[in-house]
């Protein structure tokens, strides 16, 4: 601001020395000194503004930056009540009835001032500068999912009626939210959530879909209904494991699926895990190859692999051959368990490597075997002392025990007792 300066002068009739009392008018008045005047208002602009406005022109962003993807690393809003108290200011006055006592014995209190506290200021800007921590709602452990900071695993509600028919037994998991944005030249980046949901009745039924909303239960109960319109079944050996090891590959993720028996449990993928629960798969091993971490492609993958397991009546029709199992509860006899359904079956089979059930369905692939790691005592010389003893003696008594059988060597007579 231009600071408007005013000088008391004397005002001369004449100048410059046309008058004869010009010079005695000179000598004898008196200058007074210079003034200065400084505008000042008691309004400015903090104090026309409300809170939320005042915090937006600092932590916000404009239109255009928003179009650009701009501020997604923004300043946040620091709370300036937290730890302050009512009645207390940097006067440090005592105000009876609000910071103190009304009467203190007979005395009535008065309005004072006792100085500022500078641990109250100090506090304030402790508090100011500490991070805001969230208590997380506590969660029973079966409603709990992979981890607890997210909600992928987790169970949710049924789908919503269809009809008459209304979904009981059906149960729904979470296997993926997340939050994705969508920007464009001439919209602003939109925020939604993406919902990723597996559907089943645990007894060989489900489907999965993906929905998108703007709020994450929107998104959810979307999800639940596309997939429950998307169900299909999925058949299981007995009950409880696959009809036979499959591979099945989704883009880079890649699926090798192998059936157990009764009791092994599940060991795979905890997404692979969460679906088997859903659709009722409880004894299997799966290893996953290349992208892990891709929980659609990995689903995508697993499902298309159970679409296309082949019974046993199936795989004996197109082979035309019978189809043996051999068990260790049946003292490893074989049993029959599919033939062709014409009775013809072919008298000149197919080579050895295409009749190895094990690896029939995994088109020439195999998952990847680590070697065994060797013992940190290896080159010790010890070990290898008795390595070579184990070694030099490793088919000694089954080769003793064959020479006997025939009679190439004397048995071993058991020793007589003292008293016999």
């Known amino acids: 601001m231009s600071v408007a300066r005013y000088t008391v002068s004397l005002a001369l009739r004449q100048i410059n020395g046309h008058s004869k009392g010009a010079s005695h008018l000179l000598t004898s008045c008196r200058v007074l000194p210079t ?26 962003v404009s239109n255009t930056g928003k179009k650009k993807g701009r501020g997604k690393k923004q300043r946040s809003i620091i709370n300036l009540h937290r730890g302050q108290i009512i009645g207390e200011g940097r006067a440090g006055m005592v105000w009876p009835g609000l910071t103190s006592e009304t009467k203190r014995g007979d005395e009535i209190v008065k309005r004072s001032q006792h100085g500022p506290k500078q641990e109250y200021f100090d506090n304030i800007i402790k508090q100011r500068g500490a991070k805001q921590t969230f208590r997380s709602v506590k969660l029973m452990p079966l409603q709990r999912g992979w981890t607890g900071t997210t909600r992928a695993g987790t169970r949710s509600y049924p789908p919503d009626p269809v009809g008459d028919y209304d979904f009981e037994g ?44 703007k709020k994450w239960d929107a998104a959810v109960r979307k999800a639940t209904n596309q997939a429950a319109q998307r169900l299909q079944y999925l058949h299981r050996y007995e009950g409880h494991t696959l009809n036979h090891n499959f591979f ?13 028996e009764e009791g092994y449990g599940l060991v795979c993928h905890r997404c692979l895990k969460t679906i088997c629960d859903t659709i009722g798969v409880h004894n299997m091993y799966a290893k996953v190859e290349g992208s892990t971490k891709n929980i659609q492609n990995l689903t995508k993958a697993f499902f298309n692999g159970l679409r296309e397991q082949e019974t046993h009546q199936e795989l004996a029709d197109r082979l035309k051959l019978h189809v043996v199992e051999i068990r260790k509860e049946h003292d490893y006899l ?23 059930f094990e690896t029939l369905y995994f088109d020439g692939k195999m998952s990847l075997q680590k070697g065994k790691k060797r013992p940190f005592y290896a080159e010790n010389e010890g070990h290898k002392r008795a390595e070579r003893h184990r070694r030099m003696l490793r088919i000694q008594r089954k080769a003793r025990h064959e020479r ?17």
Do not use: C
């Not at 099945?248 to 157990?260: D, G, L, M, N």
């Not at 074989?334 to 190895?356: C, I, Q, W």
């Open 334 to 356: 074989p049993v029959v368990v599919a033939s062709p359904s014409d009775g013809e079956v072919t008298k000149e089979p197919p080579p050895k490597e295409e009749l190895n």
């Open 170 to 213: 059906f149960e729904t998991r979470i296997l993926q939210l997340k939050k994705v944005t969508n920007t464009s030249g001439t919209v602003k980046a939109v925020f939604r959530f993406s919902a990723m949901v597996v559907v089943g009745n645990k007894n060989g039924i489900g489907g999965y879909a993906v929905a998108k909303a």
């Open 248 to 260: 099945s590959q989704q883009t880079a993720t890649k699926v090798y699926a192998f059936r157990k």
């Open 35 to 60: 003034v200065s005047i400084y505008p000042a208002r008691n309004n400015s602009f903090f104090r026309h503004e409300d809170n939320d406005r005042l915090w937006a022109s600092v932590t916000g």
């Open 404 to 420: 006997m059988i025939y009679e190439l060597e004397p048995p071993i007579m058991p020793k007589e007792s003292e008293d016999s």
